[in-house]
């Protein structure tokens, strides 16, 4: 029900920073809580943070936690992913997710997420 499109992916060294950004559409976008997931080739589907209808609660994996940053802005239906001291390991595609929140529960189980995102492919070099 909702269409999410990633962007600001690319090349950084280690230590670097990159902004990520997801734009969705529909007037509902508050009614989602969003998450961002990574995927590096052969290997599993990795969650790395969610945050809340209204952006007042968040949850991060521990990889990420002090480095990471997520935010979102419902007036011009966007989520950003700030990632700082970037890691060789932080390589993968990032994912956008989303799924329709009532509020009862968080912080959310992977399996909740049911909208995805195309991806965008972040590369740290060592």
Known sequence: QV??????GGLVQAGGSLRLSCA??????????????RQAPGKER???????RSGSR?????SVKGRFTIARDNAKNTM????NSLKPEDTATYICAAYR???ALWPPNAHHFE????GTQVTVSS
């Not at 969705?24 to 997931?37: E, P």
């Not at 990795?46 to 809340?52: D, H, K, P």
């Not at 968040?58 to 521990?62: A, G, I, L, N, V």
């Open 3 to 8: 269409q999410l499109v990633e962007s600001g």
């Open 24 to 37: 969705a559409s529909g007037r509902t976008f508050s009614n989602y809580a969003l998450g961002w997931f």
């Open 46 to 52: 990795e969650f790395v943070v969610a945050i809340n």
């Open 58 to 62: 968040t949850y991060y994996s521990d």
């Open 80 to 83: 950003y992913l700030q990632m």
């Open 101 to 103: 929140s009532y509020g």
């Open 115 to 118: 909208n995805w995102g195309q």
